[in-house]
Each structure stands twice: as C-alpha cells, then as structure tokens.
C-alpha cells in the first residue's frame, strides 16, 4: 500500500509548523519590544496569513484527500481571520480610550479584546485537536503531544517544534515499510469522485473484515444502503455508492462523505463531483 499523499501532507504540515514556529517566536519578541513592536506585529500577520496559514490549510486538504476527519483544523483556520479582526478593533477602542480619558471606551475596548481572545483559543484548539488525531492515526507520541501544547496560549511554539520534529519519524516509517497501523483501521485511499446522478466510486483500506451499513453525503438529506460489495476486506476495497434522487451537485466540488461500519464506527471521505 502506498503512502505517498500521506507523505505529501506531512511534508506540507512540517513547512506549515515552521513558519508558525517563526511567528510565535517573533510575537514573543515583539512583548519586549518598545519600539520595533509594531513593525514584529505587521510582518508576523503578513506571515501567518500569506505563508502559514495556507500552507496548513493545504496539508489539512491533502489529508482529507486520504479520508481522514480534518474538518475541525479547517474551522480553527476560518477563525483566525475574524479572532485577529475582532482583537485589532478592541486593542484600537481600548487605546482610543486611554487617550480620550474614556473610561467606558477602554472597558468596552478590553471586552473585545478579551472575546477576540476567546475566539483564537477556540482556533488554535481546533487545530490542536486534529494535529493530536494524526498523531493518534500515524502512532506517533511526539506529534499528539505537539497537538496538545499548540493548544496552550504562550508555549504553543514548543507545540509547533514537536510537530516539526515528528513529522521526520512518521515519514521514515511509512517510507520504510515500519510503520504499524493500529489493530482497526479503514480509511480511504485515494481521492473517490461522485457523479451527477448521486454514485459515488471510492477505495478503502481496512485491517480488518466489516460490513459498511450505510453512507451519507455531510450537510445534505441524502443517504444510503445501496452499497457494492456492503463487505471490507483486509486490504483495499473499490466501493460503489448509489445515492438515489440527488439534485444540486456542482462538477469539481469536493463532498464530504461518513461511512457507518457495522462494528458501530465510522468514517470520512471525500469525492470529487466528476460531470462524465
């Protein structure tokens, strides 16, 4: 079984963790800086929106390509955008109220700064938490403990670093044939495409022998039994979906599946919309 698309995210998660490295680090030194504070605030944004942020974003897509559940990193970085927004318009109120001897302006200031605050907790968390499953899918230690300490607001980069670190160990393993997959897994393979007419085509891996139930297109009505062959086997799988009186679908669209498994688990993939 080949690797290759999972090794491409980590490369893509690895240059992603050191340029976040590099702007955690830079805001830590901008918080003694007097002077060149604003000038480390201005570059650390530039970084983290034209350089970090996509290119996160874009291992995260890699790694919904191979079915992996990744939906919580892309809302943590949909948030990051309107938490720095939302953190930019309280710090400028609660200057604006020091200056002005506004009381009320600088509270109503400080409130908004400590919401946006909230709001880039909530982001790094959801981060946090999808770098930790790879970790948990890829059996690697080091890259769950990354997960978790980008999380913490101050030591977020040591997170990041881990993350850096690990992401070596994990593509040895799987270059060198090492790598052990957990006693069940199944996950797709591949990038599956659906057609207009609702069927859909994809590959599976399993580790073990288990019957799909059912399958359903995410933030649709539209489901499924109608599943060809409705067994896994050790190994690859190609699986034919037919989801029956499907409107709407858009050609070059990625939809979302969750596969129920009969052992009572279930899974994601992801299928391209093909209009041939």
């Avoid at 400028?92 to 909230?118: E, T, Y």
């Avoid at 880039?120 to 938490?129: S, T």
């Avoid at 970790?135 to 993350?163: A, E, Q, R, V």
């Avoid at 590959?203 to 039994?225: G, H, W």
Wanted: proline share 3%.
């Amino acid at each position: 079984m080949s690797f290759e698309t999972d090794i491409e995210g980590l490369k893509e998660l690895k240059d992603a963790s050191l340029w976040f490295i590099i702007i955690e680090i830079l805001a830590i030194i901008g918080e003694f800086a007097s002077v060149a504070a604003l000038v480390i605030a201005v570059i650390d944004l530039v970084l983290l929106f034209t350089i970090a942020i996509p290119k996160l974003r874009h291992a995260f897509q890699i790694f919904a390509s191979t079915g992996k559940n990744v939906s919580k990193g892309f809302t943590g970085l949909n948030l990051i955008l309107p938490g720095i927004v939302v953190e930019l318009l309280g710090g400028a109120l609660a200057i604006a109220g020091l200056f002005s001897s506004s009381v009320s302006l600088a509270i109503v200031g400080g409130v908004i700064v400590f919401l946006a605050a909230i709001i880039l907790f909530i982001a790094y968390l959801l981060i946090g938490i999808d770098i930790f499953n790879l970790g948990n899918f890829y059996n690697n230690d080091m890259l769950k403990i990354g997960g978790i300490l980008i999380i913490i607001p101050f030591i977020s980069f040591i997170g990041w670093i881990l993350t850096y670190v690990s992401v070596d160990e994990v593509i040895n393993k799987l270059r060198g044939g090492t790598y052990v997959p957990q006693q069940f897994q199944v996950y797709q393979v591949g990038q599956g495409i659906i057609r207009l007419d609702g069927t859909a085509n994809l590959t599976l891996f399993s580790s073990i022998n288990v019957n799909v139930v059912s399958a359903s297109i995410d933030n649709t009505p539209y489901t499924t039994t109608n599943i060809i062959p409705n067994v896994l086997n050790v190994g690859n799988n190609f699986i034919t979906m037919k989801f029956a009186g499907v409107t709407g679908l858009i050609p070059g669209n990625n939809y979302y599946l969750t596969i129920y498994l009969s052992n009572g688990t279930s899974i994601k993939a992801v299928v391209t919309c093909s209009s041939t």
